[in-house]
């Protein structure tokens, strides 16, 4: 009788345990995504598969029935009831690899398992309410080790207690499997959070409406109070502001007075405060203006580096010697094929971003070799592409073309054009000396400085000559159009 009492006070328990895992309200961050495998090959020693780990990050067990995993593209819903308990981790992945995982921890298989792309990838978990839980943008960048991003090896999270950092804190995997679905990760520690978020840009998408964009997710209660927000001229904000899911790292302000297409304003921040709770510090003004379209030369070529050195990579400058406020999104660099074909087009960047007149901006594959190799002194204006278009080592052709497919400037570049006593031009840049002179013209081109260590990106020219004594300024001459 004694043991009926007991298990039947223990079912009771256990079914009060299950109904407050159901009911609890659940807090951003109670869950966070923990550990991604996104290239599983070539194998370690785990299962070729991919999956995510969640953990439960709270001091209460949550059901994890109803909860979804998305990428955008497409979606996985939990549909059994699963008891997460505290401090514990469960792994996520396609049905036919549950079996595989389970062998060494806890595995939920699911259907419409998101597809986990090897380089960059968006991730975002929600409750069964709809919010938006805990979202990561992973890229290949975090690894820092250029064995482990080849595949094999998970990138796992160093302290969940600070989930909003991005890359800071995360590590590849220093388990000898290649991970640690499952279990405690190998890199866990301690990894506070005290820097503040800085707005690092701003852009209008049309009179009355204007993003702004951090360096990390806000808190988004703070983020949309519109008396943190002044813009000048004295436009006012209204109330209805939105911090965009799933990152909350934007912030879309509705204007109460239109702005004017091509005219720079300043937009302060003040009050808001990152995950961690860190108010905003110096880094809470930018510039933003409503651009408008790119014509012929408004941006134009600025420097090149087309013959790398063996460890290094292309890059491309541009340069705005317009009056317009430029969105980099309107424009792309290509080259022409061997028939003289205008190919490998690439857009400059996939979100809007404005280039304010005289700024400068520089293209590139790899932003963490270019700033070995040369001085950066504005990381920022540093932009990194997929895949840049190939620019040969001898001579070739690099293009600019706007919205429209039209060219805005060309440069049909030789390795002759460089300084004749330069015994070696690897590693060495091409940069034009006025920007205001014909693109198409040899003598506007000069090798960078040794001085300026080969090379400016994101900066003048080191060759920059205002006024040219020694060659005759041309008009300019528009670039033939696309063939």
């Known amino acids: 009788m004694l043991k009926k009492l007991l298990s039947f006070k223990l079912t009771i328990v256990a079914v009060l345990l299950h109904l407050v895992a159901f009911t609890q309200p659940?807090?951003?961050?109670a869950i966070v995504i923990s550990e991604v495998m996104a290239d599983p090959s070539p194998a370690v020693a785990l299962p070729n598969t991919e999956y995510i780990e969640l953990r439960n990050t709270t001091n209460q067990p949550i059901n994890l029935n109803g909860w979804k995993l998305s990428d955008g593209n497409s979606t996985a819903t939990i549909s059994i009831n699963f008891i997460l308990q505290p401090d514990s981790s469960v792994v996520i992945c396609t049905n036919s690899a549950a079996a595989a995982l389970a062998a060494l921890g806890t595995t939920i298989g699911v259907s419409n398992f998101p597809s986990l792309d090897n380089d960059a990838d968006l991730i975002y978990l929600r409750s069964p309410q709809g919010s938006t839980i805990h979202a990561i943008a992973y890229n290949n960048a975090w690894y820092n080790n250029a064995v482990k991003s080849d595949g094999g090896w998970s990138l796992e999270m160093i302290d969940t207690k600070n989930p909003c950092a991005g890359a800071t804190n995360w590590k590849p995997s220093e388990d000898s499997k290649g991970g640690t679905p499952g279990k405690k990760n190998s890199v866990d520690g301690s990894n506070k959070d005290n820097e503040p978020p800085?707005?690092?840009?701003?852009?209008?998408t049309d009179s009355v409406s204007v993003t702004l964009v951090y360096n990390e997710p806000l808190d988004s209660a703070k983020a949309v109070i519109a008396t943190n927000y002044m813009l000048s001229d004295g436009i006012g904000i209204s109330s209805n502001i939105?911090?965009?899911s799933p990152l909350f790292d934007k912030v879309i302000l509705k204007l109460n007075t239109a702005i004017v297409k091509n005219k720079l304003y300043k937009v302060t921040v003040s009050g808001v405060s990152d995950c961690a709770g860190s108010s905003i510090g110096i880094y809470n003004t930018a510039s933003v203006g409503w651009a408008v379209a790119t014509d012929s030369l408004d941006v134009v070529i600025n420097e090149l580096l087309f013959n790398p050195k063996p460890d290094g990579v292309d890059y491309l400058e541009l340069y705005n010697r317009s009056a317009k406020i430029i969105?980099?999104?309107?424009?792309?660099?290509?080259?022409?094929s061997s028939t003289g074909i205008v190919s490998s087009v690439k857009q400059v960047v996939a979100e809007d971003r404005l280039l304010f007149p005289q700024q400068y901006v520089v293209l590139t594959e790899d932003a963490a070799v270019l700033q070995q190799q040369y001085l950066v002194k504005d990381a920022a204006a540093v932009i990194v592409l997929p895949s840049m278009p190939s620019y040969p080592d001898d001579k070739g052709v690099a293009i600019l073309l706007n919205a429209q497919g039209k060219i805005i400037d060309e440069l049909p570049y030789d390795e002759k054009w460089h300084f004749k006593l330069i015994d070696n031009n690897e590693g060495v840049a091409l940069e034009r000396i006025n920007y205001n002179n014909n693109t198409n013209d040899a003598g506007n081109w000069h090798s960078a400085a040794t001085?300026?260590?080969?090379?400016?990106?994101?900066?003048?020219?080191?060759?920059?000559?205002p006024v040219q004594a020694l060659f005759v300024t041309l008009p300019f001459i528009t670039p033939t159009e696309s063939q």
């Open 242 to 244: 939105v911090a965009l």
């Open 327 to 336: 969105n980099l999104k309107d424009l792309y660099i290509a080259n022409r």
């Open 451 to 465: 001085s300026a260590g080969y090379g400016t990106p994101g900066y003048q020219n080191s060759q920059y000559l």
């Open 26 to 29: 659940i807090q951003r961050y």
């Open 198 to 204: 800085a707005l690092i840009r701003a852009f209008a």
